[in-house]
């Protein structure tokens, strides 16, 4: 549309006979817009008729958890426009409003422009956190949005009780629930646990059904200086003390806490997160214990924890057989908190998951989850079974990983490190077999890339960091399965959009990723291998690694252990079928944190450190790789990484043929989310980890050099050092003058 100024309506059906102006009234004034000139796009919502366009202000939705029960495809879907906001008489507030919420508690967020480019969270912080809201079935909600501040309000009318639908209530250790001020009306309440084996629990007719109480009395003084050194999330709450209840057979149920006044009513009811209580019930037994699926000779036993199961069973198949399984009803371990089944030499090689019965928060029913190990070393064609192999059997250990040893670098300062690829390194590589293009073999053929690699170690790089090589969750594993473009991608100009047209049709279904989707921390990627099953892409790895020592490369593996690709009962959630709600770091409400990007893991709960320290031995010991890159360390504690350092330096060459002490660690040390600022626990970030010999990235030196940063949009035109800052000028402001621009390359040089 051309630039000017213009007045519109919206017409229905082609005539004026239904027409809406301002702020959606039936034959209203005409709606004045002031165009700049290009595209433009009116957007008319039928349900308030309230007609609107991008020239305008932005286009406002309400991206969350409440989406999919308003008709949106998915929950967190910014583009979906059932949350379409409306800035009716263009006053500078949005609002929005439903009754079609079933009652519940929910998050959202403000997005413009139907994406997550710009968004808003609590307190109209840019990408801040989630908004906690309850809902009432049949009762209207509406939410305002104020565009000068970025903060959403939102009003429920008949809200249900505070903490409906949440969990709230924090049981931090056997005898000490947290219960936060401001749930409910504190003042002289009293508190009940509430504990239900068959999920029954509910508030009917102003009272709780489904179990009889457990009296829980508030301690004077709150929570102790130890108890908020463990949480200090948490200060502020009330301390209730849990007397003469057997911690662990609860955890096991259904929780809730209620609240009532003096005349007893209900004021707020909640469910209960456990990590807390479970760390302290467990963990140092738990800490002595190999979990998964260890050997003694050929005999394999299989360890899975779960403290929160009702009953576990371990469920078999022969190698490649389908058909009903071989069930393993498994022994329960009070002190640990895990299930064992010892088995026979029959069981070597056998594909199996766990059945795991289990109260799960998310669903709020018990679940029998069927649920492949979280510390799976070997697993079959896209995951759907764990397999049990023995890391230590020849079968799986290739001549050029047994005889080649690791190339040494003395100093850590003297690392050039090349960050690879493991598929691209060889995809269209047609001096490569075909069979081998994108898996860990290539690395072992004589190539135009493995001459590239020999050259480049002749020039001085010494060390190769592999993109996420651990089993992902989004790659099609078949390799006769992957989607490819269809397309003659050379065909289209340089200049042309059909390439990426072409490539994104199939990207969900081809066979690349980046990879930073964790689905099994400690089993080489599938779709990587040629052959995907049990320990054969084990051996295919070894070979990968084998094959870069031998040219003079150290390796080393990028690490993700911040986050997995799902939680609660998706196909692809692992860890939180087997303990829902303890490894996938919770906010105050209950919700998953998404700071990452996805599901958020909680490295801070013990048990999730273990798995952490575990996986990290078993890529050191098992696979003789030289170091690790930790994806977004500073959601990691300086705990967890001195953990790890700890248990590398314990590794020797007589005793496990690798020196621990040798192996380097470095991250990227970055201060967000919900853990900025050591909210939660001290950080793994930059100054944080002296004389820990841990590295991070260094932030400060790649803006001076690069210009710009690429976490802030607005400074896509600054230069740096080495895109000629001061010297040759792009002309643009943001660089300032000639003078200003010298000034700033003499600070960052």
Sequence with gaps: ??????????????????????????????????????????????????????????????????????????????????????????????????????????????????????????????????????????????????????????????????????????????????????LGKTDRAAYQLYSASDAALAVADGDVSGADPIALTVIDGGLTDAQLARFPALQGYLALRVKDADAAALVRTQLAVAQRDTAGALTAFTGVQIPGVLDDLYAAALDEVDLGVTFSGRKPTFRLWAPTAQSAALLTWNAGASGDPVRHDAAWDAASGTWTVKGGKDLKGDEFLWEVRVYAPTTGKIETNLVTDPYSTALTLNSERSVAIDLDDKAWQPKIWQKTTSPVVEKSVDRAIYELHIRDFSISDETVPAEERGTYLAFDEKSAGTDQLRQLADAGINTVHLLPSFDLATIEEDRAAQAVPDCDLASFGPASDQQQACVQAVADADGFNWGYDPYHFSTPEGSYAVDANGGARVGEFRTMVGSLHDMGLQVVLDQVFNHTAASGQAGTSVLDQVVPGYYQRLNAAGAVETSTCCQNVATEHLAAQKLMVDSIVTWARDYRVDGFRFDLMGHHSTTNMQAIRDALDALTLKKDGVDGTAIYLYGEGWNFGEVANNALFEQATQGQLGGTGIGTFNDRLRDAVHGGSPVDGSSTFRQGFGTGLGTDPNGNPINGTTEQALADLGHET
């Design 1 to 182: 549309l051309p630039a000017g100024d213009y007045e519109y309506k919206a017409a229905i059906n082609g005539s004026w006979a239904i027409n809406y102006g301002a702020n959606g009234a039936p034959d209203g004034s005409n709606i004045a817009v002031h165009h700049a000139g290009g595209p433009i796009t009116f957007y008319f919502d039928p349900r308030t008729n309230i007609v609107q366009s991008t020239s305008e202000g932005p286009i406002v939705t309400l991206p969350g958890s409440q989406q999919s029960e308003l008709g949106c495809a998915a929950d967190w879907s910014p583009d979906c426009l059932a949350t379409l906001m409306a800035d009716g008489d263009r006053d500078g507030v949005y609002e929005f409003a439903t009754d079609e919420l079933p009652t519940g508690a929910y998050e959202l967020k403000v997005a413009h422009g139907l994406s997550w480019t710009e968004n808003y969270g609590a307190d109209g912080a840019p990408g801040g956190a989630n908004i906690s809201f309850s809902a009432t079935e049949g009762k209207v909600t509406t939410f305002r949005y104020t565009l000068a501040t970025h903060v959403l309000e939102v009003v429920s009318v008949d809200p249900p009780l505070p903490g409906t639908g949440e969990l709230r209530a924090h049981w931090i250790d056997a005898t000490t629930i947290a219960w936060p001020a401001t």
